[in-house]
């Protein structure tokens, strides 16, 4: 078990490039990162800075293609697709709490894979059972 103040997650001059040569895009260049249990972050910026691309990095969705991400925090590495990114806005099923929404790509990735029914969050949540607010 974690317990606040626990290193969480490193991000080292992690980097995302798209494509080669004169036609690379470079998503996101050597972000450098600390999150600790119980931490509240946010990454902000204009719209194509690498925001979701970082997220991405930091749920394993996408690997770096320099730098290193590392859980230390947790009794062992996360395996690919254990820890989600929560979108905002229309990505979000109003219906369903934080930890529901959470647990809908981890259940659609076990469903199409025939090992049945997805287990809850691989994290814990803060708050995961509050709902969203009707508008």
Do not use: F
């Not at 103040?5 to 450098?32: E, I, K, M």
């Not at 946010?42 to 320099?66: F, N, R, Y």
């Not at 690919?80 to 979000?92: C, D, K, R, S």
């Amino acid at each position: 078990m974690t317990t606040a103040g626990t290193l969480l997650l490193r991000c080292q001059d992690a980097a995302r490039t798209y494509g080669h040569g004169p036609a690379a895009v470079v998503a996101v260049d050597s972000a450098t990162c600390q999150v600790h249990v119980g931490d509240r972050i946010a990454i902000t910026g204009p719209s194509g800075s690498g925001k979701s691309t970082l997220l991405h990095l930091m749920a394993d969705v996408e690997q770096p293609t320099a730098g290193e991400i590392s859980w230390p925090g947790l009794p062992r590495v996360p395996a690919h697709g254990q820890v989600g990114v929560v979108g905002q806005g229309l990505t979000l099923v109003p219906a369903l709490n934080v930890a529901e929404n959470s647990a809908l790509p981890l259940a659609a990735g076990r469903r199409s894979q025939g090992t049945g029914a997805a287990e809850g969050p691989a994290l814990p949540l803060r708050g995961g059972g509050h709902r969203p607010s009707p508008e």
